[in-house]
């Protein structure tokens, strides 16, 4: 009998530890804990498919397939339509099977800065505190000898590396722009401190294999299938809600997820409810948009919201849901001179077979582009002088205040990369180039919550994108400032014939010109008319991430929080929740490494209170 399974049937009514979600956490802590002690019984039930060996999931260059209507291993979030977007719907896509996003993610090595966990204000989750675990994670596939080893590890679960292929020359060309900006090269963007600095960025990458490091592949499915465990995982079984008697969580109810699952019911037949008993923890881990959601379904949240959600009230946990953060995202596509063999944009119109590079791979004389994702040069950004003293008013006031004395905070983050995520087919097959954007710190919030006690009920999720003026005010200065970059980059085909998205410029403008540069590196300027071009267009085209957290945030109840500092949710005895939700303020950077931190910080916890020695 198999130790991963869609057939509930397969498994006991009973065990010690359920964890409800099967993403990056959720693998991580329930992998960790079983490798420790095997005689725990540990259910993992997750929503979405069994990730194992698929092949779009573990070769790096397929990542944009999750994106494509259908996708087997997403599951895309609606959100509610806002006219800051005007009138706009934005779509949320978030990992839909085991592995969670971190199967689906664009595999950037990205570390937040230490002093985001110090501001969490939460023993024993400072910066400080943290560090052997996020060494303990990984191993990081670096010589250069200005790197601070003592920052990294180098013999955990999660490779780290450039991939199977680099596009140098892209690569040096945007660095060398971008020194031209100020903006200077740094060994270790991800140093926690560095905070204005453009680097060859690594990635989840497995140097040798070419795989992606996700933690169901790293973690999980090593211990299951070792057959010296009590780890064992259920997929394709939505988590409706927590059991919970006289305050304490005692087991879950889930159903069959029917909407993909590859066994299905007889036709016109209902899901069938299962209950699984916990004799020690149910760890909730859906993720920041489905953790809250099983909680209210469970009776645990804001009076209002149970109510008019016909769910009776277990636990009144105001916050549950609310605190809502995502990064916000612009893509900017141009057109590129550089060769076809650095460009990814082979992928996306047919001049490159991914089945011929799956082939290929580590053949001699394969360029090893299947190992490959295109985002290989990244920087964290603060503001330059100039760049403050023409930002409003209302600007200068929050920066003063949040930054201006603390230099480890970015503004943002960019990415230079040879590919166009747009759509190709009514583009010429060429090569192209993106300048992306996305905010390290956005004051907008938003919030998810349920409208009915089922778990196919229609969720109102506000994702809070630009509902705070400030964002967008910032989001102008990385429009300005990746431009800058990229009109100074040679692999740009240049001249505004060449942009193939971007703001519309009233003819005429100053905005409107991409002439290269002068040797005095004069930058362009704007007037207000170019300003609100550019936030037009960013209304127009933010959009997330995938960071999405902060809606089971770890605060005092009092202050909205939903959990508190070893992750057990206010009120309610034997219930934890551990993934991104549990983020009281973000992070700069993409989320993925903070996921698996948030695994790692858990087991630890649960290992202590289980009593496991020398974990």
């Known amino acids: 009998m198999s130790n991963i399974s869609n057939n509930p049937a397969q498994f006991p009514d009973e065990v010690d530890i359920i964890v409800a979600g099967g993403g990056s956490a959720g693998c991580t802590l329930?992998?960790?804990?079983?490798?420790?002690?095997?005689?725990?019984?540990?259910?993992?039930?997750?929503?979405?498919?069994?990730?194992?060996?698929?092949?779009?999931?573990?070769?790096?260059?397929?990542?944009?397939?999750?994106?494509?209507?259908?996708?087997?291993?997403?599951?895309?979030?609606?959100?509610?339509?806002?006219?800051?977007?005007?009138?706009?719907?934005?779509?949320?896509?978030?990992?839909?099977?085991?592995?969670g996003s971190g199967s689906i993610n664009f595999m950037m090595y990205t570390r937040s800065q230490a002093v985001d966990y110090d501001d969490w204000n939460t023993e024993g989750w400072t910066g400080k505190d943290l560090l052997p675990l996020f060494r303990k994670m990984e191993t990081f596939h670096n010589d250069d000898p200005a790197v601070d080893k003592s920052l990294h590890g180098y013999e955990g679960p999660f490779h780290v590396s450039s991939?199977?292929?680099?596009?140098?020359?892209?690569?040096?060309?945007?660095?060398?722009?971008?020194?031209?900006?100020?903006?200077?090269?740094?060994?270790?963007?991800?140093?926690?401190?560095?905070?204005?600095?453009?680097?060859?960025?690594?990635?989840?990458?497995?140097?040798?294999?070419?795989?992606?490091?996700?933690?169901?592949?790293?973690?999980?499915?090593?211990?299951?299938?070792?057959?010296?465990?009590?780890?064992?995982?259920?997929?394709?079984?939505?988590?409706?809600?927590?059991?919970?008697?006289?305050?304490?969580?005692?087991?879950?109810?889930?159903?069959?997820?029917?909407?993909?699952?590859?066994?299905?019911?007889?036709?016109?037949?209902?899901?069938?409810?299962?209950?699984?008993?916990?004799?020690?923890?149910?760890?909730?881990?859906?993720?920041?948009?489905?953790?809250?959601?099983?909680?209210?379904?469970?009776?645990?949240?804001?009076?209002?919201?149970?109510?008019?959600?016909?769910?009776?009230?277990?636990?009144?946990?105001?916050?549950?849901?609310?605190?809502?953060?995502?990064?916000?995202?612009?893509?900017?596509?141009?057109?590129?001179?550089?060769?076809?063999?650095?460009?990814?944009?082979?992928?996306?119109?047919?001049?490159?077979?991914?089945?011929?590079?799956?082939?290929?791979?580590?053949?001699?004389?394969?360029?090893?582009?299947?190992?490959?994702?295109?985002?290989?040069?990244?920087?964290?950004?603060?503001?330059?002088?100039a760049e403050l003293a023409s930002a409003p008013e209302s600007f200068k006031k929050l920066w003063k205040r949040d930054y201006e004395s603390r230099p480890e905070r970015p503004l943002m983050v960019a990415v230079f990369a040879p590919i166009h995520f747009g759509d190709h087919s009514d583009l010429p097959k060429a090569q192209y180039m993106t300048g992306a954007v996305f905010l390290s710190y956005p004051y907008g919030r938003g919030h998810i919550h349920v409208t009915g006690p089922s778990a196919d009920d229609k969720l109102d999720f506000e994702s809070g994108f630009l509902s705070n003026d400030w964002d967008l005010d910032a989001l102008v200065i990385g429009y300005k400032r990746q431009r800058e970059v990229i009109r100074r980059m040679e692999s740009f085909a240049g001249g505004a014939e060449s942009v193939i998205t971007g703001p519309k410029f009233r003819e005429g403008s100053k905005g409107s010109k991409w002439d290269y540069p002068t040797a005095n590196g004069a930058m362009i300027e704007y007037d207000e008319e170019d300003d609100e071009a550019i936030k037009n267009?960013?209304?127009?085209?933010?959009?997330?991430?995938?960071?999405?957290?902060?809606?089971?945030?770890?605060?005092?109840?009092?202050d909205g929080g939903v959990v508190d500092g070893r992750l057990n949710v206010h009120g309610i005895e034997g219930l934890k929740v551990a993934d991104l939700s549990i983020m009281p303020s973000n992070v700069a950077g993409n989320t993925y490494s903070t996921a698996l931190l948030i695994g790692e910080k858990a087991a630890t916890i649960l290992a202590e209170e289980l009593g496991i020695q020398n974990f």
Not at 46 to 58: M, Q, S, W
Not at 537 to 558: E, Q, V, Y
């Open 537 to 558: 267009f960013l209304r127009d085209n933010i959009a997330t991430t995938w960071h999405s957290c902060g809606t089971c945030a770890m605060k005092p109840l009092k």
């Open 163 to 385: 991939g199977g292929y680099v596009s140098k020359d892209f690569q040096d060309d945007s660095i060398r722009a971008a020194a031209e900006t100020g903006l200077k090269e740094v060994p270790d963007a991800n140093n926690f401190t560095e905070a204005n600095g453009i680097q060859k960025w690594l990635k989840w990458i497995h140097p040798k294999t070419g795989r992606r490091q996700d933690a169901a592949h790293a973690i999980l499915h090593p211990i299951v299938e070792s057959n010296r465990t009590g780890l064992q995982v259920l997929t394709e079984h939505k988590v409706v809600k927590v059991i919970t008697s006289n305050g304490r969580a005692t087991g879950i109810e889930c159903t069959p997820n029917t909407s993909i699952q590859t066994t299905a019911p007889a036709t016109g037949a209902p899901a069938t409810p299962r209950v699984f008993k916990a004799r020690k923890y149910v760890v909730v881990s859906a993720g920041a948009l489905g953790s809250p959601c099983i909680l209210e379904r469970s009776g645990i949240g804001s009076k209002s919201v149970l109510e008019k959600a016909r769910v009776p009230v277990v636990s009144e946990i105001p916050g549950v849901g609310s605190n809502y953060m995502d990064h916000n995202l612009f893509l900017l596509g141009y057109k590129s001179i550089i060769k076809e063999e650095e460009c990814f944009d082979a992928f996306l119109d047919g001049r490159r077979s991914f089945e011929a590079e799956i082939d290929a791979f580590s053949k001699p004389g394969s360029l090893n582009h299947i190992a490959w994702s295109s985002l290989d040069t990244a920087a964290k950004i603060r503001p330059n002088e």
């Open 30 to 99: 329930a992998g960790r804990l079983a490798a420790a002690d095997p005689s725990l019984s540990i259910l993992v039930v997750e929503a979405g498919l069994n990730n194992k060996d698929v092949p779009n999931v573990i070769h790096p260059a397929m990542y944009l397939t999750h994106l494509l209507p259908g996708a087997q291993m997403t599951t895309f979030h609606q959100a509610n339509k806002s006219e800051k977007l005007n009138g706009r719907e934005p779509i949320v896509p978030i990992g839909g099977g085991l592995g």
